[in-house]
């Protein structure tokens, strides 16, 4: 399971309960914390296999992505990778990158030799075009979008930059 922001909704919710009655739930709390979403669906599968739950800064899917594949180097006949993000709610005025709406892409990996999977770092500062054509200097964070943009284009090679760094993703069969 990779997030940016995880239950950040309920963590802010939390705070504002904490600071008007003085006590939050404890069973709120349990579901605030990032690894909540990963531990609600294995108790609900009753399966107690390995898990991981992974907050990044960007390239939530490459990470998810090369988590898994250690996972079957390591002998998992499969990994089902989740990426998912609610974005910050709006009702809080803070600065924070958000993306622009809720979702998640769910994926099982199987060894294999279909996609390959390369990185290459990029010096100095990264800008890309923002929604409105500028430029910004944050790296969006939700390229688990342009992913599944890129499969619907049925595109065999694309890149997605990350910080720093660009992926680079490309069918081999």
Known sequence: YVSHDGEINRSFELWLTLLKEGTVSPTSFGLSVHNALVGQWSMLRRDGSESTALCVRSAQLETGVVEACGMLADGAPAVLVVVADDP????????????????????????????????????????????????????????????????????????????????????QT
């Open 88 to 171: 910050l709610s709006s009702e809080y005025p803070v600065t924070a990158q958000r993306a622009p709406f809720p979702y998640a892409l769910a994926m099982v990996l199987v060894p294999g030799d279909d996609w390959k999977l390369s990185w290459t770092r990029e010096e100095g500062s990264m800008e890309h075009l923002s929604e409105e054509g500028g430029r910004s200097s944050e790296v969006p964070y939700w390229g688990a979008l342009d992913w599944i943009a890129h499969r619907l284009q049925d595109r065999r090679a694309f890149s997605i930059p990350g910080v720093r760094q660009r992926w680079h993703w490309q069918r």
